[in-house]
């Protein structure tokens, strides 16, 4: 099972928008409605911050928005905050019960 | 609130075996899988696998087929996960997370599991 595709990199200054891909297959990010973004920063812990494509836990703002197009998944960041810089990675579903995560990508507060 | 507390630390020697703990709190053990995801230094998250904490079915990695064994104990809400013939490249930060489903929520705080070359 190969990583979902994600920029390394992604930047924007404080109330600008910045948006990541997660690219996958069919198998995957095109094949099912599981995928989910996680928000990491520096020595913590992984956090959801969307689900099922586009669902967003309680508490998590509603600057953070999830959308799908075939095997391509984005999150959006919307109004950027110094505390959105941070680590995102996604996650699908796969079939048979496994799940892929994406490469990583570093979002930076300019 | 739900709450996932791994094991401490640890340092091991090449070719020796690790079990990482996590216990959970705050909701029905029973209801809701628990995966583990490994991060090593620098790099991304890798799923390893996932266990049934109703009936103990596992699914795991490819990769980490053959070397991992996940189990849980009901009565003290604890999954394990125990990775054997340890190699330098396993060095990593090892968590678990309650699978709710389809998305990995709450994370445990993480054990970094270190093996020396």
């Known amino acids: 099972q190969s990583a979902l595709t994600q920029p390394p990199s992604a930047s924007g200054s404080p109330g600008q928008s910045v948006t990541i891909s997660c690219t996958g297959t069919s198998s995957d990010v095109g094949g099912y409605n599981y995928v989910s973004w996680y928000q990491q920063h520096p020595g913590k812990a992984p956090k959801l911050m969307i689900y099922e494509v586009s669902k967003r836990p309680s508490g998590v703002p509603d600057r953070f928005s999830g959308s799908k197009s075939g095997n391509t998944a984005s999150l959006a960041v919307s109004g950027l905050q110094a505390e959105d810089e941070a680590d995102y990675y996604c996650?699908?579903?796969?079939?048979?019960?496994?799940?892929?995560f994406g490469t990583g990508t570093k979002v930076t507060v300019l | 609130q739900v709450q996932l507390v791994q094991s401490g630390a640890e340092v091991k020697k090449p070719g020796a075996s690790v079990k990482v703990s996590c216990k959970a709190s705050?909701?029905?053990?029973?209801?809701?899988?628990i995966s583990w995801v490994r991060q090593a230094p620098g790099q991304g998250l890798e799923w390893m696998g996932w266990?049934?904490?109703?009936?103990?079915?596992?699914n795991y990695a490819q990769k980490f087929q053959g070397r991992v064994t996940m189990t849980t104990d009901a009565f003290t809400s604890t999954a394990y996960m125990e990775l054997r013939r340890l190699r330098s490249d396993d060095t990593a930060v090892y968590y678990c997370a309650r699978g709710a489903p389809f998305r990995f929520d709450p994370w445990g705080q993480g054990t970094l599991v270190t093996v020396p070359s």
């Open positions: 705050g909701y029905t053990f029973t209801s809701y899988g």
């Open positions: 266990i049934s904490t109703y009936n103990g079915n596992t």
């Open positions: 996650s699908s579903y796969a079939g048979s019960n496994t799940y892929v």
